[in-house]
């Protein structure tokens, strides 16, 4: 006999916004811009408060790491250091 399963989508969304989960989101933000350059060559991250209903970062290039990024596509070759 199969048996379907159901997602309870309430609980995804508590488990997307646990303090846990955005901690484990900034740490990975901020080995992936300390791979691109750190936050001396201009990546930052920035947590997204407002990205309703899950937790988000983001990192971004400025300044200077802008055109390091456009030149060498820098994040994209770091997003390997923010997997565990």
């Known amino acids: 006999m199969a ?11 508590q488990i997307r ?6 901690a484990d989101l900034k740490r990975r ?4 811009a ?3 350059g750190g936050e001396a ?3 930052k991250v920035t947590e997204l408060v407002l ?11 400025t300044g200077h790491a802008h055109f390091h990024n456009r030149k060498h596509h820098a994040l994209l070759r770091a997003l390997d250091a923010g997997r565990d």
Do not use: H, Q
């Not at 048996?3 to 969304?13: D, H, M, T, Y």
């Not at 933000?29 to 992936?32: A, R």
């Open 51 to 61: 990205e309703d209903p899950r937790g988000a970062v983001s990192v971004m290039a």
């Open 3 to 13: 048996r379907k399963l159901k997602f309870n989508r309430g609980v995804f969304e």
């Open 41 to 43: 060559m201009g990546y």
């Open 17 to 22: 916004n646990l303090p846990e989960v955005r």
């Open 34 to 36: 300390a791979a691109a």
């Open 29 to 32: 933000g901020d080995k992936i």
